[in-house]
């Protein structure tokens, strides 16, 4: 039962707010930001009608009493002003939560909401904007500026659930059915930017946890995203911030560069709620794209995402097939689907991202700006954003084929499209319980009160020699078995010739450890001696200074 405070000398009567409410506010304010990200029209019965549904939910988990009907600020204020001498009775029982029009005023007030109306009246504005934008207000930056279709970009972010497969699949039915953590829904949101030449930028993207397991020992200014992370891995204006300044901003600097173009930017987003609007740096125009217009105008939402994710579903199935084959060429192993399946961590995830990016063309990314700037794409015939996925859907149908299994073998096209609308549904009343909890996130660090280990990480001085000298074996070996001369010298010219990095490495850090006393004078070191296989690798020759 919700507590209720009082006394004689009290003006007003204040009722603690039920908990059930709080989760279901909680819980609803994330669904209104993920529709509204999403461009999914809401109006006021809908999101009503999402509250009560909410409601039942959170007040099924919280203990009530018989009295308790969990409604505490319904048709009024949620403070009640006791009546001359009637100061000491309890308040009235209150009515069950209905979600009345009372309710969703505060709720507004509460989560500071605006405007929830987005259908209707809104989307025939938005296509007439949209006409306005492209026609006039656009073309006017354009000419104003003098900008090239090198110097302008478009971003827009977009969720994408890494591991799911289509739900007809039993990887899917059975990891649906398992208790705890659902990794098919586990999402990331990807930060994709592209030009009007068709260059993309490599992605930013979010994750829930800032150091995963299957991360560990990577360096992430190397990773072929560009990552950041919140609790509930989504794009935040902070995030904004961040992206722009540390991640657009350096790689279009050195693109323009590369390009001998001067470093003068129009960048074009859509009026998220997410997005940062105090974006700023010498030599870039930030642009915002008018509301309820994305869907019709803005380049990435012109196919380009779509065609990603159908390339990136495309690309996993190929992870699939690929594994399943080097198990049949090993007679002593059999290949487990599902032992693979749990084994795809957010590590393959980003393989299979930088594999789908690769794949994108040119002119696909060109293609996607016709509806705003059509005078700058070229022929696009085989590339189109439709074109792409429909390539990439259609090729996954027949890796599944050859996969086999329940779901797999009997996949259809509009299985896998199935599978690429999910990314765009609103999120459904589990999805938003489990955003409301706390997270347990999967990092990969030392319990409070637990000693830490200190391992070496990365290209160490002892890693270093052991690489070089696999490679000398390596050698060796090619030149001992190899019945073709000339062959077995071009495998030890390439592998020479790819190996140097490494040695030049190794002699650098040899250096530095043989440095070590003077260094020693200046703050407490413990010195190693030079392992003797390190001393083997520098006194190595190569084949050429052999023979000569």
């Known amino acids: 039962m919700a507590s209720i405070t009082f006394s004689k000398s009290a003006k007003r009567v204040v009722t603690a707010r039920n908990k059930a409410i709080v989760s279901m506010e909680g819980a609803l304010s994330i669904w209104i930001a993920d529709c509204r990200r999403k461009q999914i029209p809401l109006d006021t019965n809908i999101i009503r009608t999402k509250a009560l549904g909410l409601y039942e939910t959170f007040a099924a988990k919280e203990p009530q009493d018989d009295d308790d009907h969990g409604e505490e600020d319904e048709e009024d204020d949620g403070e009640h002003e006791p009546q001359a001498g009637t100061s000491t009775d309890p308040p009235p029982r209150k009515p069950r939560f209905t979600a009345s029009k009372g309710w969703f005023e505060r709720f507004k007030k509460r989560f500071s909401l605006k405007s929830v109306s987005l259908c209707g009246e809104a989307a025939s504005a938005g296509t007439e904007a949209a006409d306005i934008y492209a026609k006039e207000t656009f073309t006017n930056i354009i000419a104003e500026g003098g900008y090239k279709p090198e110097q302008v970009f478009n971003m ?213 700006w016709k509806k705003l700037w059509s005078e700058v794409v070229y022929d696009d015939v085989g590339f189109t954003p439709v074109e792409i996925q429909c390539s990439a859907v259609q090729k996954s149908v027949q890796l599944a084929a050859i996969i086999g299994g329940d779901g797999f073998g009997d996949m259809t096209t509009e299985d896998v499209n199935e599978l690429l609308d999910c990314h765009s549904e609103p999120l459904t009343d589990a999805d938003l319980e489990d955003l409301t909890k706390s997270a347990s996130e999967e990092e990969d660090e030392p319990q409070e009160g637990a000693q830490e280990v200190v391992e070496e990480t990365g290209l160490t001085l002892e890693r270093l020699a052991k690489l070089c000298n696999l490679a000398k074996e390596l050698k060796e070996l090619s030149q001992e078995w190899d019945e073709d001369m000339v062959r077995s010298l071009q495998l030890c010219n390439k592998i020479d010739e790819n190996i140097a990095p490494y040695r030049m490495l190794l002699d650098q850090k040899k250096k530095q450890r043989q440095q070590l006393p003077i260094t020693m004078f200046f703050q407490p070191l413990k010195t190693e001696a030079v392992p003797p296989e390190v001393e083997e690798v520098s006194q190595e020759k190569t084949p050429q200074s052999e023979e000569s």
């Not at 689907?337 to 594999?355: D, E, F, P, R, V």
């Open 156 to 368: 827009d972010e977009t969720g994408l659930f890494w591991k799911r497969m289509p739900s007809r699949t039993f990887l899917f039915k059975e990891e649906a059915k398992a208790s705890g953590f659902k990794a098919f829904k586990d999402r990331v949101t990807l930060v994709m930017c592209g030009n009007a030449a068709g260059f993309l930028l490599r992605p930013g993207l979010i994750y829930r946890v800032k150091n995963p397991r299957a991360l560990k020992n990577k360096n992430k200014n190397l990773l072929p995203v560009y990552w950041m992370h919140n609790q509930k891995a989504w794009m935040t204006k902070l995030l904004t911030s961040n992206w722009f300044h540390k991640c657009f901003i350096p790689q279009v600097s050195k693109y323009l560069a590369e390009k001998g173009l001067p470093f003068k930017i129009l960048l074009l987003m859509d009026n998220a709620g997410g997005h940062a609007t105090d974006l700023s740096h010498e030599g870039i125009q930030v642009d915002f794209l008018p509301p309820n217009t994305t869907s019709l105008i803005q380049p990435m939402d012109q196919g380009v995402i779509r065609a990603f994710k159908a390339l990136y579903t495309k690309n996993t199935l190929e992870d699939l097939v690929a594994c399943m084959g080097d198990t049949q060429e090993d007679e002593d192993e059999t290949f487990n689907l599902k032992a693979y399946w749990q084994q795809y961590t957010i590590a393959s995830c980003l393989q299979n991202i930088q594999n789908s990016l690769q794949e994108m063309k040119l002119a696909t990314v060109n293609a996607s």
